[in-house]
């Protein structure tokens, strides 16, 4: 069964400490009884995991380009060259 | 100081996030080529290695209370150390880290399982505009207002429905993948 705007909303708030410390109490008492409530929050701090891990692969992307920049950048021969010394007895 | 640099870059654009990136590159790459050139690694260890330490320190400089004792040179190669430890699955002992390096924590999740990385894979092919919108929500601390602009949305009401309605869909996907896959075949 798909989940309603306004359950995700609660549980976004759960997770993000926006909740009073009553409600939050509350909140957790339903998480010890309720098995389908403990399965939302935990699909949705899996989203919440996807997104990190989709955050790191852009960022990984973004400097891979700065890496192929610099690297095939006369003016920064030297540089690349100075790197490529460390390794140049060893088999790439 | 190189560390508020990076943390003023979350709102800025792609060609000033890379001239930062340029510059920790440029300050922080030979010295982890160095080091492993010495551990016996390959160029493109030393590139991988040096790649994700940049990732992590970028994550880690973005983050409020971010306040290192270490240089962001120096920092980048501590952690560097530590993935080449966790990567290569060497012994601690024969790399070589001081007190300040030896305080810098990883993340645990940083390399993801196989079953992470195919999952993520179906929900790009599926969402991707979805994961760009929550990643701005989440990691480029936009506001409401500036996320309806990016991303084309009339208000900020339109934006907030539309982040959760985009939760719900990432949701559903991994509940389908899971169930469909993971659950009976692994």
């Known amino acids: 069964m798909k989940i309603s705007l306004s359950k995700i909303r609660e549980v976004e708030n759960f997770l993000d400490g926006r909740m009073s410390a009553g409600a939050s109490l509350l909140f957790q008492v339903r998480l010890v009884c309720d098995p389908g409530l403990r399965l939302d929050v935990a699909l949705q701090q899996k989203v919440r995991d996807l997104i990190r891990m989709y955050h790191r692969k852009k960022v990984r992307e973004e400097v891979g380009s700065v890496h192929e920049r610099i690297f095939s950048d006369p003016v920064k021969s030297g540089f690349s060259q100075s790197i490529l010394l460390h390794f140049k007895d060893k088999q790439q | 100081m190189q560390t508020a640099t990076i943390v003023e870059t979350r709102n800025c654009t792609k060609a000033a996030r890379e001239r930062v990136f340029e510059q920790l590159y440029e300050r922080a790459f030979p010295s982890v080529a160095r080091f492993v050139s ?149």
């Open chain 2, 38 to 186: 010495l551990m016996n690694g390959s160029f493109q260890d030393a590139k991988d290695i040096f790649q994700d330490a940049l990732v992590i320190y970028v994550e880690k400089a973005e983050d409020t209370g971010f306040a290192p004792s270490l240089s962001p040179e120096r920092y980048v190669l501590g952690i560097a150390k530590h993935l080449w430890v966790r990567k290569f699955k060497r012994d601690c002992k024969a790399v070589s880290l001081t007190d300040e390096e030896l305080a810098i924590t990883i993340p645990t999740d940083f390399y993801p399982t196989p079953h992470a990385v195919r999952l993520l894979r179906f929900v790009e092919a599926s969402g991707k505009k979805c994961l760009d919108l929550l990643r701005g929500f989440y990691y480029g601390k936009q506001t409401m207002h500036q996320l309806a602009e990016t991303f084309g949305y009339s208000s900020e009401h339109s934006v907030s429905v539309q982040k959760h309605k985009c939760l719900g869909k990432i949701r559903e996907s991994i509940k389908l993948k899971s169930f469909t896959y993971e659950d009976f075949f692994e």
